[in-house]
Nanobody, 125 residues
């Protein structure tokens, strides 16, 4: 049974930082590309960024580029999302997702095979 478990969400003031973690089990993590998405109330799920199976390639939504960083440790079956310079517009539920390819062909949620339950990030002004 595949499980993706996010943690690290919370409430932070604007300008602050948070580091989200996603621990994976039940899949060959080192063969999966990983993505982060977010969904604010009343909005569609939005692509945040992705990382290749090896960690050598990353891709970010322009809205977070330069502020967010995705990394992974295949020995720990874990991927992280480091979020800096947070703004209230970053408030959302954040999800990690696994794609059973080395690099997803698109940024769309449907590309991904497995999802975590999400973790809430709230940025206060």
């Amino acid at each position: 049974q595949v499980q993706l478990v996010e943690s690290g969400g919370g409430v932070v003031q604007a300008g602050g930082s948070l580091r989200l973690s996603c621990a994976a089990s039940g899949l060959i993590f080192s063969r999966c590309a990983m993505g982060w998405f977010r969904q604010a109330p009343g909005k569609e799920r939005e692509f945040v960024g992705r990382i290749s199976w090896s960690g050598s390639r990353t891709d970010y939504n322009n809205s977070v580029k330069g502020r967010f960083t995705i990394s992974r440790d295949n020995a720990k079956n874990t991927v992280w999302l480091q979020m800096n310079s947070l703004t209230p517009e970053d408030t959302a539920v954040y999800y990690c997702a696994a794609d059973r390819t080395t690099w997803p062909t698109s940024r769309l949620p449907g590309q991904y095979d497995y999802w975590g339950q999400g973790t809430q990030v709230t940025v206060s002004s």
